[in-house]
């Protein structure tokens, strides 16, 4: 009985449900966007790009907000380093052994850390020591931004593309959603251009938001397990 037994449960490991994982992050995300504009009185978090004049002020008035982004945003970097690290074993059980499936773990983890890093910053930027000093607070806030925009958005692009690319060449993924994951991660890698020019920081959210939504699809649609030829013949005999 024990040995019977041991591969359903070998079988059974496949780790948290990915596309659980995938929503749990963007929540958790939204929500730092969300209840921080809520208790800022309705002003989102201010451009690094503006004067700093308006920019210390905001930090001074709302530090409630950014206590609150910032632990979200810390929040959140959790469950995408477990996504990432539960998409990547499970491309290998899946019988990937193309660089696609250490790409989405490399990705995945740098883009948690990044998320991560970008939440503490945020919550330093509450501080009220810090906020006595306008320089430090723009400092803090590019540091921020920088980890947050595309430190974290540049990966995220490779988490897309080493699921991306697999999905499609493999057919473990529908085809147009591959596709599309392609698209994402190309746009999410041109987002690097927003640290060259100003102008090009609106990729940042066309690539982040495509590709939350991209993952929480793949997370949802990449199976447990590949059925082999072997296996098919095996049910065909089955069934006649």
């Known amino acids: ?107 995945g983890g740098l883009a948690s850390a990044a998320l991560a890093c970008s939440g503490l910053v945020t919550w330093v930027l509450s501080r009220p020591e810090v906020l006595e000093q306008p320089a430090l607070v723009r400092a803090l806030q590019f540091l921020a931004f920088g980890f947050g925009g595309p430190g974290h958005v540049v990966p995220l692009g490779l988490l897309v593309a080493g699921l991306a690319v697999p999905g499609l060449l493999a057919g473990l993924l529908p085809r147009p959603l591959a596709i599309a994951g392609l698209a994402v991660a190309a746009v999410a890698e041109l987002s690097t251009l927003a640290l060259l020019l100003d102008g090009a920081a609106v990729l940042l959210p066309l690539a982040r938001f495509t590709g939350l939504a991209w993952l929480i699809a793949a997370g949802f649609l990449l199976p447990r397990r590949r059925v082999r030829s072997q296996e098919r013949s095996r049910e065909r005999e089955l069934t006649s």
């Open 1 to 107: 009985m024990q040995s019977t037994d041991t591969p359903t449960r070998r079988e059974a490991q496949g780790g948290p449900p990915p596309g659980i994982l995938a929503v749990v992050f963007t929540g958790l995300f939204i929500a730092g966007l969300v209840v921080s504009t809520l208790l800022a009185d309705g002003h989102p978090f201010p451009s690094p790009f503006g004067a700093t004049d308006g920019i210390v002020a905001y930090f001074r008035e709302h530090t409630d907000a950014m206590r609150v982004a910032g632990a979200l945003q810390f929040a959140a970097s959790v469950p995408l380093a477990v996504y990432a690290a539960t998409v990547s074993a499970r491309l290998h059980k899946l019988g990937v052994r193309a660089p696609g499936a250490t790409i989405a773990l490399a990705g």
